[in-house]
């Protein structure tokens, strides 16, 4: 699988306004959270997940979502190629980051929310969570 990104709309009338996007499917999906990272702790780095789909909105401020495919669960490259997408409340995005990747999240504005949606049930997730050191990679892509 590879990164997808689903792009919504919003419809605006004298009642207000209806943020969308059709072509998310919560087919698959069996949890969801949301995160808000401290201000004094922006950055969650670096959650792998072998199993797992995480599928990411902003709902609140602006995030940094960057992400590594990993070659090696035991011991990954420090040179894997970083790639990152911003997600702001506004944007009408959903990132979809698929099993074999690992995820660090960023908050860009302090106060920020990022919902979470996941695919791999509660019970399951011990088997499938791989933290890595925060410095395992730079965020920013810079080697």
């Given amino acids: 699988m590879k990164i997808q990104i689903f792009e919504g709309d919003v419809f605006k009338d004298e009642r207000g306004s209806v943020s969308f996007i059709n072509d998310f499917k919560f087919k698959d999906i069996e949890r969801f959270y949301i995160i808000t990272n401290a201000p004094e702790h922006p950055i ?3 959650q792998g997940h072998k199993f797992d789909t995480k599928n990411f909105y902003c709902i609140q401020g602006a995030f940094k979502i960057s992400f590594v495919k990993i070659d090696n669960w035991e011991s990954p490259s420090a040179n894997l190629t970083v790639e990152s997408v ?11 980051i698929p099993a074999g990747f690992a995820n660090a999240i960023q908050s860009l504005e302090v106060n920020s929310r990022l919902m979470s949606f996941s695919t791999l049930a509660l019970d399951k997730v011990k088997e499938d969570d791989v933290r890595f ?9 810079v080697k």
Avoid: C, F, K, Y
């Fill in 44 to 46: 969650r780095a670096w």
């Fill in 86 to 96: 911003i997600l702001q409340e506004n944007s009408n995005i959903v990132l979809s």
């Fill in 133 to 141: 050191h925060s410095n395992t990679w730079n965020p920013d892509g």
